[in-house]
């Protein structure tokens, strides 16, 4: 069984920081990808960031240059670093992982429980 872990949202002011994590445990072989998505209420859920364990990354245009996407693999852990952040941040932040539980096998995608991040003055 794949277990994600989140932690680090809260109440922030704008132009504040804020670092999310994700950590994943359970029995795998390695995990190809480790993402963030949001979701605001009413709105489809929204891609932030995304790393490859080999460093490779993407970002949602309004995050370049503000959020930096970071993995220690030999924690099994991946971080959303977040600068500048404005009002229009504020949403539900979901680590998700694509784990191949075996060598073999096609990797499987994991959702965190998610973890709110609001930015308000």
């Known amino acids: 069984q794949v277990e994600l872990v989140e932690s680090g949202g809260g109440l922030v002011q704008p132009g504040g920081s804020l670092r999310l994590s994700c950590t994943v445990s359970?029995?795998?072989?390695?995990?190809?990808?480790i993402g963030w998505y949001r979701q605001v209420p009413g709105n489809q859920r929204e891609f932030v960031a995304a790393?490859?364990?080999?460093?490779?990354?993407n970002y949602l245009d309004s995050a370049k240059g503000r959020f930096t996407i970071s993995r220690d693999n030999a924690k099994n852990t991946g971080y959303l670093q977040m600068n500048s952040l404005k009002p229009e941040d504020t949403a539900v932040y979901y680590c998700y992982v694509s784990v191949r539980k075996n060598a073999g096998r096609p990797a499987e995608d994991y959702w965190g429980q998610g973890t709110q991040v609001t930015v308000s003055s």
């Open positions: 359970g029995k795998f072989y390695n995990i190809p990808t």
């Open positions: 790393m490859a364990s080999g460093g490779g990354s």
